[in-house]
């Protein structure tokens, strides 16, 4: 079974930061990784697909790379409405998710 | 515009059997396999198993195997999960998700329900 590992685990950053999310699959995921964004009391959005293809809608400052074992999501400049938690998900698998919070 | 709208909160007693509902609109139901997914209270995600809306085909988690079955009504748009044998480790919020293919794999996620709290406790 595919294992993706997630990190890291939580975060503190301020409004304006770069932030920056690994996830290393543990076999060749090739381009299968997206990341979804779950903010307390909702469900979870996809916000990349395809290791960096932008879902419709989601603002710029949001991107993803790599392929193969290993990912990055990047929030550019962090806005207040970005605190929240972040999974990245390979097919049937999530990671463990990155809590997101204010410094 | 895409909806998935799931049935209201359960509680179950251990080994009992729960079935949730989820009714699709704003897309046709038959295009596109639903997911389900599940979230234990301060937890991470767990995916569960796919249906294929149009065929009714499915595939599960190694872990549900023999315990879950997805179902469907194209007359209605509507997808249903049942689990059974429940235990307390089954307490947990069940997400019914249309998932968008690419390169010929159908795990993208685009649309969630609003979430089925299941709660097993005797």
């Known amino acids: 079974d595919i294992q993706m590992t997630q990190s890291p685990s939580s975060l503190s950053a301020s409004v304006g930061d770069r932030v920056t999310i690994t996830c290393q699959a543990n076999q060749d995921s090739g381009k299968y990784l997206n990341w979804y964004q779950q903010k307390p009391g909702q469900a979870p959005k996809l916000l990349i697909y395809?290791?960096?293809n932008l879902e419709t809608g989601v603002p710029s400052r949001f991107s993803g790379s790599g392929s193969g074992t290993d990912f990055t999501f990047t929030i550019s400049s962090l806005q207040p409405e970005d605190f929240a938690t972040y999974y990245c998900?390979?097919?049937?698998?999530f990671g463990q998710g990155t809590r997101l919070e204010t410094k | 515009q895409v909806q998935l709208v799931q049935s209201g909160a359960e509680v179950k007693q251990p080994g009992a059997s729960v079935k949730v509902s989820c009714k699709a609109s704003?897309?046709?139901?038959?295009?596109?396999?639903i997911h389900w997914v599940r979230q234990a209270p301060g937890q991470g995600l767990e995916w569960m198993g796919w249906m294929y809306s149009k065929s009714g085909g499915t595939d599960s988690a190694q872990n549900f195997r023999g315990r879950i079955t997805m179902t469907r009504d194209t007359s209605i748009g509507t997808a249903y999960m049942e689990l059974s044998r429940l235990t307390s480790d089954d307490t947990a919020l069940y997400y019914c998700?249309?998932?968008?293919?690419?390169?010929?794999?159908?795990?993208?996620?685009?649309?969630w329900g609003q979430g089925t709290l299941v709660t097993v406790s005797s």
């Open positions: 395809a290791a960096s």
């Open positions: 704003g897309y046709t139901f038959t295009g596109y396999y």
């Open positions: 998700v249309r998932a968008k293919c690419n390169d010929g794999r159908c795990y993208n996620f685009d649309y």
């Open positions: 998900q390979q097919l049937r698998t």
